[in-house]
């Protein structure tokens, strides 16, 4: 898998995770939480590959 992920496209997406799991452990997302822990942790995966399938499909490339 070639990396389309940049470090700005790295830091927002840890930060949005970040922010979702603290909120889950807040309890502050009744109803939504498991949907929102699984987003978070595809945003982490991205991270650590460096790849995201949705930004290859559509041809985009943050990591210049």
Same mark, same amino acid.
């Given at each position: !898998?070639?990396?389309?992920?940049? !470090?700005?496209?790295?830091?927002?997406? $840890? @930060?949005? =995770?970040?922010?979702?799991?603290? =909120?889950?452990?807040?309890? !502050?997302?009744?109803?939504? =939480?498991?949907?929102?822990?699984?987003?978070?942790?595809?945003?982490? +995966? +991205?991270? @650590? +590959?460096?790849?995201? +399938?949705?930004? =290859?499909?559509?041809?985009?490339? $943050?990591?210049?």
């Amino acid at each position: !898998m070639k990396k389309n992920v940049g !470090m700005v496209d790295k830091i927002i997406r $840890t @930060a949005v =995770a970040l922010l979702i799991i603290v =909120a889950y452990l807040l309890c !502050m997302l009744p109803g939504i =939480a498991g949907l929102l822990l699984v987003v978070s942790g595809v945003l982490l +995966s +991205s991270v @650590a +590959s460096g790849h995201c +399938s949705l930004y =290859a499909k559509i041809g985009v490339n $943050t990591n210049k």
